[in-house]
C-alpha cells in the first residue's frame, strides 16, 4: 500500500538489564575474553525467544541437537527462565511413539532431549511435571526399542542404527554419537523416575543404560583390535577421521568415561597431531574449514583432563572471532570468514559461555565433586585486583567465586547455596597446589611461594 510506513513497537518492551536478570556475571583482567563472554549471553537471549535456534537466517528452524547445548548453556549462566520456556515445547515435538523429533534420521535427539531436562530439574532443584515424567519415559522406551539386537555378535550389536546423526559426519553409519547420547539419555530418564519415587521404572531405565553401554564397550574393542589404537574412531568400521570428535562426547559433555580414560586422551591426541589448522579444529567433513565449537570440545576435554593446552585452543576461537564477538558454524582458514552456516553461530557462542564456566566452575557427577578455577589462566593472576565468576548454578546447587591477588599471597573464596547434601570440592588452581577442600572451609590462600598460607 502507498503512503509512509508505519513501525509498531512492541506493547511490552524488554531491555538489556530484564532479559540478563539474574545472570553469572564474569569479572575479569581480559578484555577479549569478557567482551566475548558477554556477547555470547546475548546471543543466547537473542536467539531464545520461545524455542532456541542455533542461528537467525538459515539456522532459524530447531534441532534438539543444538538445543541441548545451547539450552544447557543458558542454564550455567542463570537465564533458567528461558530454558523452561524452551523446554515446555519438547513434548509437544514427540511422536505417538515416543520419539523426539527435529528432524527424520537423527538419532541422537531423544538422549539429547532427556539429558538436558534431568539437568534443568537438578540445577533448579524444581521436579518433573506429570507431562513431562511422560515424555521422559516414553522418549527412554523408544532408545530401548530402536536398538538392534544383540545377536548375531558383531562390532555394531545392540547399538542404535545406521543414521546420519549430527550431519557433520558423513554418510548414514553406526556412530557412537548417538549411542552415548542413547546412554545418556537412559541414565537421565532413570535418574528422574527415581526422583519422582518411580523405582521400577528408574531400575529399568538404568539397565537399559548399562545394557546399551556395555555393547558400545564390546564395539570400541573390536575397533581398538582392528586399528591397534585406543582413539575411538565415530563408528564402528571407520578409520580415525576428523568426525572421530563426535566420539569425545563420551567424556564432555556426558562424563560417561573419566576424563583420563585412554580412549578419551588417545582420540585427542590423534586429533591435535593430525587436524588442527590455525590453532583450531579443522573439520574436514560437511563443514570443510575451523570449526570454533568442536575446538571448544577439544578444549573442554583438555580441562577435564588436567590438560593446560585447553588454553591456546580457547585463545585460537577467541582470535577467529569476528570484531562483533561472534563466530560462524566453520571458519575458512585463509580468508578468515564463514564457509558454512549463519555468520552468527549460537552453539559456538554457547560453547564460548560454557568454556568459561567451566574454566571456575565444574562438576565431577560420578564422584559427586565440584572442581574450582582449574582452568583460570595465570596470566590473570599477575596483575593485583580481584575476577569472579557468579552466581553460577551447579548440580548441588549456585556458587560465587572470588579469587584476589595480591603482592604476597592468591586468595581464592566461594559463596555456595546447596540444595541439600554438599558435594566434595577441589580447588584446581593451575600451577598451584590442589587443594581437597574440608567441609565448611569457603577460603583457600597461597603464599608467594605457592604453598598454602598457614591459615589455610
Not at 532427556?114 to 532443584?125: V, Y
Request: glycine letters at 8%.
Amino acid at each position: 500500500p502507498k503512503g509512509p510506513s508505519v513501525f509498531f513497537a512492541p506493547r511490552n518492551p524488554t531491555g538489556w538489564k530484564e532479559s540478563l536478570q539474574g545472570h553469572c556475571q564474569l569479572k575479569i583482567p581480559d578484555e577479549k575474553f569478557q567482551f566475548l563472554y558477554d556477547t555470547a549471553l546475548r546471543t543466547l537471549v537473542l536467539h531464545s525467544p520461545g524455542e532456541v535456534y542455533p542461528g537467525p537466517y538459515t539456522y532459524r528452524r530447531f534441532w534438539f541437537r543444538d538445543a541441548a547445548f545451547i539450552l544447557n548453556a543458558l542454564l550455567c549462566a542463570g537465564l533458567t527462565q528461558r530454558v523452561q520456556r524452551a523446554l515446555e515445547h519438547f513434548p509437544a515435538r514427540q511422536t505417538s511413539g515416543g520419539y523426539f523429533l527435529s528432524q527424520e534420521g537423527e538419532w541422537d535427539s531423544n538422549g539429547e532431549a532427556l539429558w538436558i531436562m534431568r539437568r534443568f530439574c537438578e540445577m533448579t532443584h524444581v521436579p518433573p511435571g506429570p507431562q513431562w515424567l511422560r515424555a521422559v519415559d516414553r522418549g527412554a522406551l523408544w532408545i530401548s526399542r530402536k536398538r538392534l539386537a544383540h545377536q548375531p555378535p558383531s562390532a555394531h550389536a545392540g547399538l542404535l542404527p545406521p543414521g546420519f546423526s549430527a550431519e557433520h559426519f558423513g554418510p548414514n553409519d553406526y556412530y557412537y554419537w548417538d549411542d552415548f547420547w542413547g546412554i545418556a539419555g537412559l541414565a537421565a530418564a532413570g535418574q528422574l523416575e527415581r526422583n519422582y519415587g518411580n523405582q521400577d521404572r528408574a531400575r529399568h531405565h538404568e539397565r537399559s543404560a548399562e545394557d546399551l553401554l556395555t555393547c558400545v564397550k564390546h564395539s570400541l574393542f573390536y575397533a581398538q583390535m582392528r586399528l591397534d589404537a585406543s582413539a575411538m574412531p565415530t563408528a564402528p568400521y571407520r578409520r580415525l577421521d576428523t568426525s572421530s570428535i563426535g566420539s569425545l562426547i563420551a567424556g564432555y559433555p556426558l562424563q560417561i568415561f573419566d576424563g583420563d580414560d585412554p580412549r578419551i586422551l588417545e582420540t585427542l591426541n590423534y586429533l591435535l597431531d593430525n587436524h588442527l589448522v590455525k590453532g583450531g579444529f579443522f573439520h574436514d567433513m560437511t563443514h570443510s574449514g575451523i570449526n570454533p565449537y568442536l575446538t571448544l570440545h577439544l578444549a573442554q576435554a583438555l580441562l577435564r583432563a588436567g590438560d593446560a593446552r585447553y588454553l591456546k585452543l580457547m585463545k585460537a576461537v577467541g582470535d577467529l572471532a569476528s570484531p562483533t564477538g561472534q563466530w560462524p558454524e566453520a571458519i575458512h582458514p585463509r580468508t578468515g570468514g564463514g564457509c558454512m552456516g549463519d555468520g552468527q553461530h549460537v552453539w559456538a557462542a554457547a560453547e564460548w559461555a560454557l568454556m568459561v564456566r567451566n574454566c571456575f566452575v565444574r562438576e565431577e557427577e560420578r564422584a559427586r565433586r565440584l572442581i574450582l578455577c582449574s582452568g583460570v589462566p595465570a596470566d590473570w593472576l599477575y596483575r593485583e585486583g580481584e575476577i569472579s565468576f557468579g552466581p553460577a548454578p551447579t548440580l548441588y546447587g549456585p556458587i560465587e567465586v572470588l579469587v584476589r591477588s595480591h603482592k604476597d599471597r592468591i586468595t581464592v573464596s566461594w559463596v555456595p547455596r546447596w540444595w541439600g547434601a554438599k558435594p566434595s570440592l577441589e580447588l584446581h588452581l593451575p600451577g598451584y597446589p590442589i587443594v581437597k577442600v574440608p567441609e565448611g572451609q569457603n577460603e583457600v590462600c597461597f603464599n608467594e611461594s605457592r604453598d598454602l598460607c598457614a591459615s589455610s
